[in-house]
């Protein structure tokens, strides 16, 4: 094949010449020519396009291109200086409807014109790299009409004028606004943006710097805002209607910084309607509205954050520094719930549920509970309060409800171990006094309290139901085996209580009467039989009695505690008696026997004694008397001891040394597992991880972990490295 010559093809030109008139060119010209001044004259319905066509394909195709291209640049030059000059004489509102006019009357032209010179725009125009036709005409008219002098800084100033009349409440025809901007945008976007849209926002933004000045002198914050939200709504609305979608970013962002921004400080701090003002008043929609707009700016919604915390903390310290209000626990949970429903209620209605003002929330919250070192009593106080009456005959959800409240504020608390200290006390004597209104609601409680804190937390007070169900069974056994020998004897009933369980008391012996003391060492016998290696102890403090009585012809039965039974039984044997006496029989501790006869003499309506010189305070030199003349429209009475609902001084003392003590072991726990864990580890960097790990339960002080390490060191479970004192090495 390599062998073979190659062959050259070669394409030789037409041998004939093509003869064509020398005056061709200007002729066709000259018909094309008159068809464009006959379209802009608006008489083209007598011209036949098609032979236009031919005329205009056959100039391209003889290499006419240039005289045609050329001249009908020139011919729609000389067409729009005249339009031009027509606009410009145009008077007062008829010139923007005299630009429209001839613009459309262009742009129909322009059509015309290009279906024309079709054949140029597809063969000439690319291979010489020159304008479109529809491009070419648009260039024409910006650079003829829009552009020119005296047109250019009218269009502008009209329109502009016109937007500042329609802001001022004027209406304008918002159709006509719409092709003039629309011709703008046609013409290219650098055309809208120099001739209209620069110095548009220019206007605005001084416009709205005036306005926003005039009304933050005469408006309260509310109808600023609202004012703020109308402008805002209508500068979208304007958008809508006759500007470019792409303004509407510019525009908002010019309303945003002048009347939003550069005001945001003064508006959420303004006196007597300010932020403050509408949180006091829960002005939701106010509020909503102040969210919504301040959401736009940078650091809005921060400023909002802020000023909320600042009075958030201040209402806090406020009720937890003001005595009177700590008088009353039950209240002061109460007012903390109202504060935080209050404000759960804002952030969901008009902050739209926002993860920022929730968190602030919770920490204003955490911030100013533990201000109160009593709160985790209080706290407990509540629950009691509700779980003993507070929640009778209300249904299951409300009271999960309430419990779920409840479960909100202790999590705020820092030391969650008081809480469980005084829990368990509070518990101990609902259950002891058959008052809980509903089992259910305090296991709801206390598997509540397992799933925020675990199982060791609720451990010891589960331990307490199951006491309480075990002493109903030894009760029944007791009574099977014991019945025929009680005969008619007082009714006894025993809660035995697991010592590590319950609350620790301390043990006060009373004497009690002998027919109680009797049926008392007799379940005594029988329990210690049933069970090897156990020992009892009577704790008489926590218990209660029905006992009968009568007053002269009446009737009654009291319900009274163990301790007041001792002192009435005495008056069996002996009208008067002494403070002395009675102190001498019973061997009641001091302060238990004054708030023992206080509510038996002082109580009005339940003075089962007389007393002797009367006062509300029990004296050591008062005597004591049967009141044979008491009387009660119920056959029951109970005669309730008169007790502090809150601790006095020196048992609030005694807690606290019992928690003190409590977290010693907790502390060591902790620094032992985490070096067991690291094995060296320096002095603040364990203070940081013992932090951690316990303040769920309670913040651990840096001193008292010192403490626990010096003990931990003296009981050879860690040591000092050698060179750096800071340095703790474990000791396995």
Known sequence: ??????????????????????????????????????????????????????????????????????????????????????????????????????????????????????????????????????????????????????????????????????????????GLMRNIVKMLMDLGSSVYQEDFEKPFLAVSADFYRGESQLFIESCDCGNYLKKAEKRLNEEIERVAHYLDARSEVKITNVVEKEMIESQMTRLVQMENSGLVNMLVDDKYEDLGRMYNLFRRVPNGLTSIRDVMTVHLRETGRHLVSDGERLKDPVDFVQRLLHIKDKHDKIINLAFNNDKMFQNALNSSFEYFINLNTRSPEFISLFVDDKLRKGLKGVSEEDVEIVLDKVMMLFRYLQEKDVFEKYYKQHLAKRLLSAKSVSEDAERSLILKLKTECGYQFTSKLEGMFTDMKTSDDTMQGFYAAMGHELGDGPALAVHVLTTGSWPTQSTTTCNLPPEILTVCNKFKTYYLGTHSGRRLTWQTNMGSADIKATFGRAKHELNVSTYQMCVLMLFNNGDGLSYREVEQATEIPTSDLKRCLQSLACAKGKNVLRKEPMSKDIGEDDTFFFNDKFSSKFYKVKIGTV??????????????????????????????????????????????????????????????????????????????????????RYLA
């Open 1 to 174: 094949m390599s062998s073979q010559k190659k062959r050259n093809f070669q394409i030789e030109a037409f041998k004939h010449r093509v003869v064509v008139d020398p005056k061709y060119a200007e002729k066709t010209w000259k018909i094309l020519e008159h068809a464009i001044h006959e379209i802009y004259n608006h008489n083209a319905s007598g011209l036949s396009f098609e032979e236009l066509y031919r005329n205009a394909y056959n100039m391209v195709l003889h290499k006419f291109g240039e005289k045609l291209y050329s001249g009908l640049v020139s011919t729609m030059t000389s067409h729009l200086k005249e339009i031009a000059l027509s606009i410009e004489a145009s008077q007062g509102a008829l010139f923007l409807e005299e630009l429209d006019r001839k613009w459309t009357e262009h742009n129909k032209a322009l059509q015309m014109i290009r279906d024309i010179l079709m054949y140029m725009d597809r063969t000439f125009i690319p291979s010489t790299h020159r304008t479109p036709v529809h491009e070419l005409g648009l260039n024409l008219w910006r650079d003829n009409i829009v552009h020119t002098v005296k047109i250019q800084v009218r269009l502008k100033d009209t329109l502009l004028e016109l937007v500042q009349k329609e802001r001022g409440g004027e209406v304008i025809n918002r």
């Open 643 to 728: 007790v502090a609902q809150k601790e006095s001084e020196p048992e609030k003392q005694e807690t606290r040394q019992r928690v003190e003590e409590d977290r010693k072991p907790q502390i060591e726990a902790a620094i032992v597992r985490i070096m067991k864990a690291r094995r060296v580890l320096d002095h603040n960097n364990i203070v940081a991880e013992v932090t951690k790990q316990l303040q769920t339960r309670f913040l651990p002080n840096p001193v008292v972990i010192k403490k626990r390490i010096e003990s931990l060191i003296e009981r050879e479970f860690l040591e000092r490295d050698k060179d750096d004192r800071k340095l703790y």
